[in-house]
């Protein structure tokens, strides 16, 4: 499973191709946009927010573009994706969510910058949480899966605004990896700038509640982030 696809190809595209601030419309849904224009086509989707229409250009995009190519009804296929955004205090972000099956779908991050290429960070998943770190400078996601009626499989993705790539995490109170949805994570937060508090329960409990017998221990993990260039294994 691909959980980090840069989607930038040769060509000079962008993503983003431009957003408007308060724009005059009430559109709520997606739109799916075809232009002539050289003899070319182009095809974008336009996303209207609350203050805002955020125009994607699809070959810029070339993950969401794939998709859309293989979806029998693109029509439905555009309207059911969601486009939030995610600010800190110097960048602009968007988080796209498409692609859903059972409330478990793909996400990929914008930037409106038009150097920073968007990527994949999470497929077949749900959005539990985001969070901010003290200084601003990352974005911790937590991304969970069914696993059965009383525990749910997480993972975290931190992403580096300012340097604009995935950072990885090191487990520095177990050698166990406990991140790709191999544990129910609780209470995730930040402790500074580049630390990250988890509580992960000792066992996975049994799908048939009845069968818990009192309150599961619970180990208190410390993740570290790791910085670019550093070999420190990280947790898988």
């Known amino acids: 499973m691909l959980l980090f696809i840069t989607s930038c ?10 957003v408007i601030s308060d724009p005059d419309n009430d559109i709520s849904e997606p739109e799916h946009v075809e232009e002539e224009a ?12 609350d203050d805002e229409q955020v125009t994607i250009n699809l ?8 998709y859309l190519q293989g979806s029998s009804n693109r029509k439905q296929a555009t309207e059911e994706m969601n486009l939030t955004r995610i600010y800190s205090d110097e ?9 859903c099956n059972d409330s478990l779908c ?4 914008l930037n409106q910058h038009r150097d920073n ?10 959005l539990s949480e985001t969070k901010i770190s003290p200084d601003t400078s990352k974005l911790l996601f937590l991304f969970e899966r069914d696993s059965g009626p009383s525990e749910k499989l997480k993972n975290i993705v931190v992403i580096d605004i300012y340097n604009w790539n995935r950072l990885q995490l090191v487990n520095e109170t177990t050698a166990d990896p406990i991140l790709d949805y191999k544990w129910p994570l609780n209470n995730v ?3 500074d700038d580049d630390t990250i508090s988890v509580n992960k329960p000792d066992s996975i409990e049994p799908e048939d509640p009845s069968q818990v017998i009192g309150k599961t221990p619970v180990t208190n993990i410390i993740l570290r982030v790791l910085t670019e260039g550093e070999d420190t294994k990280a947790d898988q």
């Open 189 to 191: 937060e930040w402790i």
């Open 91 to 99: 960048e602009k972000i968007y988080l796209l969510e498409f692609s």
């Open 38 to 49: 050289d003899d070319d086509v182009e095809e974008y989707i336009e996303f209207f927010l």
């Open 106 to 109: 793909s996400y990929i991050i």
């Open 59 to 66: 070959p810029g995009l070339p993950i969401l573009n794939n």
């Open 117 to 126: 290429p968007s990527f994949l960070i999470a497929d077949l998943a749900r």
């Open 9 to 18: 190809s040769g060509e000079a595209e962008t993503d983003i191709e431009h």
